[in-house]
């Protein structure tokens, strides 16, 4: 039997870059890009990125399984999803100086789309939690307006589309515990390390 493959031409890979640039490129000038997204490699494992002309839509985990999260872009914002990493150098390049100490809050603009209501609320008030600080459940369920819905807050933080940037890590058990969290007990334990150094 003959190889089939064997009359291929070899890939090359800076022609599929080039060709990859291109659909990107097209696709944008086209309207047809909804959803860009890329993949960065963190102290706390595999990031994936993901942006709206909005702003940054989603941060995931590498745990939370990256195709999972990007087939749930695809039902609940737009199946019109590419792999454009120039669209999400800033918020890239912030979360490098992030892990390095150099950045203490990201000024990428955010797209809240996967949260609303009481969990919109939630994230908007953890935005005001300061590098380096903690706030417990019941704290900020306080400051929502809320102060029996400390469940409620932990739902909405478990549930946070956009970890790290909108700082969940920071809220933690009302004994001081670090509780529970999207990217891992040892991720959310890395990061309030981190930054209990500077």
């Known amino acids: ?10 890939v090359d890979a800076e022609a599929t870059r080039r060709l990859h640039a291109r659909l990107v490129a097209s696709a ?3 309207g047809l890009l909804d959803v860009a997204y890329r993949t ?36 609940r914002v737009s199946p019109r999803i590419l792999n454009a990493p120039s669209r999400l150098d800033k918020v890239a390049h912030e979360l490098d100086e992030y892990f390095a100490g150099r ?5 990428v603009a955010l797209d ?11 994230l908007e008030e953890l935005r005001h ?11 900020v369920a306080l400051k929502t307006g809320r102060p029996k819905a400390v469940r409620a807050v932990g739902t909405a933080c478990a549930l946070n589309p956009l970890p790290l940037v909108v700082p969940c890590h920071r809220v933690v ?11 891992g007990a040892q991720a959310k334990l890395a990061l309030l390390a981190l930054e209990a150094q500077r």
């Open 129 to 139: 939690i300061g590098y380096g600080k903690t706030a417990s459940y019941a704290e």
């Open 112 to 122: 809240f789309r996967l949260a609303a209501g009481f969990r919109r609320s939630v």
């Open 103 to 107: 950045r203490s809050t990201f000024d």
């Open 28 to 30: 944008a000038g086209a």
């Open 1 to 10: 039997m003959n190889n089939v493959f064997a009359a291929l031409p070899e």
């Open 173 to 183: 058990r009302s004994d001081g515990a670090a509780g529970n969290y999207r990217g």
């Open 40 to 75: 960065i490699d963190s102290p706390v494992g595999q990031l994936l990125l993901a942006a709206t002309a909005d702003g940054v839509v989603r941060v995931a985990f590498d745990c939370e399984g990256h195709d999972a999260v990007l087939a749930a872009l695809a039902d």
